[in-house]
């Protein structure tokens, strides 16, 4: 279950990167990766149901369920803790079947994003929560490229740098959350 060794991983993920990741893998992301919380979320499905293009190509690419606050003077970004992913589970495996290879976000995912993970080759990674300040300090670019209007819920575009993240469920259909409660159950 999960190297104890932190695995570093290029964004945008690669499928062999993907097919080397294992739920418990402790690993550190760089590259680009986009946020998209809930309205974003709604928007971007609404328009795929119209047939309209996306802020961005979802293909190959990770979202991270973030609104980070607004920067300080001198901050690229303000706080960005994760939020809870199940509140994207509705419009998850539509973004999947276009392209979505991986998230970052805190707790479980229903049933059929699972399925999904595991049908389109996909990743689930969750980001500490109440670690936003730490977590900020991996964002060495912010940039807004997609629903302005919807504030700290727009879409941006994040360079990060050794982003740390745990993966959850991988395309084996492993999930750490249900593994980890297995194994502490047969420890009591």
Known sequence: MGDLAVKLVGLPLAPETIANLRAGDRVELTGVLYTARDAAHKRMYESLERGEKLPFDLEGQTIYYVGPTPPKPGQIIGSAGPTTSGRMDKYTPRLLERGLKGMIGKGRRQKEVKDAIVRHGAVYFA????????????????????YPDLGTEAIYRLEVERFPAIVINDIYGADLYVDGERKFRTME
Not at 127 to 146: P, S, Y
Request: proline content about 0%; hydrophobic content about 60%.
């Open 127 to 146: 980001a500490v929560g109440g670690a936003a300040a730490l977590i900020a300090k991996t964002i060495k670019r912010a940039e807004v490229i997609g």
